[in-house]
């Protein structure tokens, strides 16, 4: 895996996972809590700071073991492409 491949697999990992974490610990405001002119799915508190925090280092762990996978072969794409297209060669 090049440094460019590395970078663009840690954003696309990155940015799905924070996707994921976004919706947790949400609490929304209640009728009396909210004024005119705000919706009511608008959260309290979106902590985005604690969860980009967390997806930096869920994302870490996720993508060290698809570096490890990849560099080490453990599932090598490259061949498995060469072997379809064996197969459909066949």
Known sequence: MTWFDG??????????V???TLPFGIEYHSEEERG???????????????KMIATTLITAVLWA????????GFFNFRDEARMMAENDNK
């Open 7 to 16: 970078v663009v697999t840690f954003l696309i990992v990155w940015w799905t």
């Open 18 to 20: 924070l996707f994921i």
């Open 36 to 50: 005119a002119g705000h919706v009511s799915s608008a959260p309290k508190n979106p902590m985005i700071i604690k």
């Open 65 to 72: 073991g698809i570096y490890v996978t990849i560099d080490k």
